[in-house]
């Protein structure tokens, strides 16, 4: 099940998509700004028109105005043939702005030109072109604060306000993590002809402790390496990424020291979970040795085969 956060987020897409209004959206680098700006798309009534993404971060400052609009052949040095924009591109359907407070301050004014009576010119032409597209922007910090420092124009920023919505970063919402690892999984999986990885308890719960700075985009990342290495194996957590294996609770692939490594158990905690996370803990303890594991818990040799016979079966 999805997190509350993002079902509350959904809701209020499903109702503002339809009625196509501006809408910007404002979380951390790597959250699926992109992928929320085509639902909203997908969801409205432009959905069989085009979706024109930007990355206005990416656009060198030199090419932003030919990129947004389009050049005549003969504009300016290498222009050896008409080029239309992305603006231009984006007619009945949506052109999202990307990183839009990385756009320079003289784009900013013939952007808010267009927005003001939605025509344009192309780079060395004289004729306007109209074009009826929906504007969705993403930033990674409010535009309110940029236009305080001087980084964005207060009127194009009042202009494309519209509706402004919060993504929030994954280590807010862990609840969506199995969904995204199971979605990544297959997706992954399709494109390089492979089976969806899976993953070990241990190797989840990694995942879990991790706070993914990097976000969506992050945990993609790391299912598509673990899906690339894994060998047809389960994934465990050596198999993780330094950084994300030293969030793990406790790292197998590290020695223990005797005693000094304890178990938290919680009274809330199920009990099936609560027994698998011990025996788990005295096989690490005991260095996978089953005897000693039957020793330490003051069960029978059997007992212990029995229990991690049946689980194997299980999974």
Not at 88 to 97: K, Y
Not at 148 to 157: K, P, V
Not at 173 to 185: I, N, P
Not at 205 to 221: F, I, K, S, Y
Request: with cysteine; charged share 30%; proline share 5%.
């Amino acid at each position: 099940m999805r997190s509350r956060a993002m079902r509350e987020l959904d809701r209020t897409l499903r109702i503002i998509a339809p009625k196509d209004v501006g809408v910007a959206l404002v979380g951390e680098s790597g959250t699926g700004k992109e992928v929320l700006a085509r639902r909203v798309h997908d969801l409205s009534s432009r959905r069989s028109g085009p979706f024109i993404p930007i990355n206005c971060a990416a656009v060198p400052d030199g090419l932003f105005e030919s990129e947004l609009f389009g050049h005549e052949k003969g504009a300016f040095t290498g222009a050896t043939e008409r080029t239309h924009g992305k603006i231009e591109a984006a007619h009945g359907g949506t052109l999202f702005l990307d990183e839009i407070g990385e756009m320079p301050l003289s784009m900013q004014a013939k952007l808010l030109r267009f927005l003001e009576n939605r025509k344009f010119m192309r780079v060395g032409g004289t004729v306007k072109i109209a074009v009826d597209a929906r504007l969705i922007v993403a930033t990674l910090r409010p535009l309110d604060q940029e236009v305080r420092a001087g980084r964005f124009r207060g009127d194009l920023y009042y202009r494309i306000q519209g509706i402004t919505l919060s993504v929030p970063p994954l280590r807010e919402r862990s609840a969506d993590l199995a969904l995204l690892v199971q979605q990544f999984s297959q997706e992954l999986s399709a494109r390089h002809g492979v089976k969806p990885a899976r993953i070990t308890r241990a190797a989840a719960e990694a995942l879990r402790a991790h706070d993914w700075p990097g976000n969506v985009r992050e945990l993609r990342n790391v299912m598509e390496l673990v899906t690339l290495l894994r060998d047809d194996r389960k994934v465990r957590v050596q198999d993780l990424p330094p950084d994300v294996r030293r969030a793990a609770p406790v790292d197998p692939t590290q020695p223990t020291n005797g005693e000094s490594e304890t178990l938290a158990i919680s009274m809330s905690d199920p009990l099936d979970q609560s027994i698998e996370r011990i025996y788990d803990h005295a096989l690490r303890l005991e260095r996978g040795n089953r005897s000693r594991v039957a020793r330490r818990l003051g069960v029978s040799l059997r007992t212990v085969q029995r229990h991690f016979a049946t689980r194997t079966r299980s999974q």
